[in-house]
């Protein structure tokens, strides 16, 4: 079921590159995510009628503050400032760093042990990333180089974020997790949106769009990733970041025409086994393990 719910996780959260790459160029990055969290806190809104869920929210407000600002506001601007250059696919690749900085940052800040497999598996994933964007980095295209950098801070935060929540937000009901950190995002957000707003009109498949995004790639798939968290820790659920780059190829390939190189495809092949054995869903025989 866990499996599932990663497979499931990581195909809606690749799908967010997609609207990102669409509603950026038309909203601006800024506007388009604070609308982004600014849905999904409206959808979220009626799983906190309970007076269980009130009470967790305010006792819990400054680290849902700090979950919202490095776990949404931060990253998903960033991400979607990187979407202005690079093609969606490319974008969810550079995602993929985020086990990494998560697994550094709970050994080093969190004081968290790394077993030797995970730590294979994860270094697994980073030499997928790398065959990935190999032709990318060195086609010296103008603004890509940023919009790199950008993507891979973005992910800095998320590592920092995941081990953050686990840390400070244990026992909070994932749904009160998910609410808090949308709500404080979009109050993050919304000040700099109003000034940022376009002053051309949008196409209405650009709303299309942002709905999705606002209402599957955020409301819904928070829910599924804070759940993650509770039930099989901040490594696992991380890891759905190995496999988003699978389907976030697989929806710019079909609904934006991009391309899928062969040296995507053995990326991928190389970061699928690397989330197989950070996830500890692969196993080595004892023997060899013994000879870690």
């Not at 499996?3 to 499931?8: A, F, V």
């Not at 503050?65 to 202005?84: D, H, K, R």
């Not at 937000?169 to 609410?179: D, Q, T």
């Not at 819904?220 to 968290?229: D, G, P, V, W």
């Amino acid at each position: 079921m866990n499996l599932l719910e990663l497979l499931l996780l990581a195909a809606i959260w690749g799908a967010s590159f997609l609207f990102m790459r669409m509603g950026a160029p038309e909203l601006g990055p800024v506007p388009l995510i604070a609308l982004r969290v600014g849905i999904a806190t409206l959808v979220l809104l009626p799983i906190m009628h309970t007076a269980a869920a009130r009470a967790q929210f305010r006792a819990k407000m400054r680290p849902l503050f700090i979950v919202g600002l490095t776990n949404s506001a931060l990253p998903f601007c960033l991400l979607a400032y990187s979407t202005l250059y690079v093609n969606a696919g490319f974008d969810s690749i550079l995602n993929a760093t985020t086990p990494l900085w998560a697994a550094l940052i709970a050994m080093l800040g969190f004081q968290a042990a790394m077993g030797r497999l995970q730590a294979i598996g994860l270094l697994l994933g980073l030499l997928g990333v790398v065959i990935l964007v190999w032709d990318k980095l060195g086609a010296n295209v103008a603004g890509v180089p940023t919009a790199v950098a950008a993507a891979l801070l973005a992910t800095l935060f998320y590592g920092f974020g995941v081990n953050y929540s686990k840390r400070h937000l244990a026992g909070v009901r994932p749904f009160v997790v998910a609410f808090g950190s949308q709500f404080f995002a979009t109050l993050i957000l919304l000040p700099l949106a109003i000034i940022l707003w376009p002053k051309h009109a949008i196409n209405p498949s650009i709303w299309a769009s942002v709905a999705a995004l606002g209402v599957v790639c955020t409301g819904f798939a928070f829910l599924l990733y804070f759940r993650l968290i509770e039930h099989v820790g901040a490594a696992y659920a991380a890891s759905v970041t190995f496999i988003i780059p699978i389907f976030g190829m697989l929806w710019g390939a079909l609904f934006l025409g991009e391309k899928v190189t062969p040296m995507m495809a053995v990326g991928c092949v190389v970061v699928l086994f690397g989330t197989a054995l950070a996830s500890g869903k692969l196993k080595w025989p004892e023997t060899f393990r013994a000879s870690l």
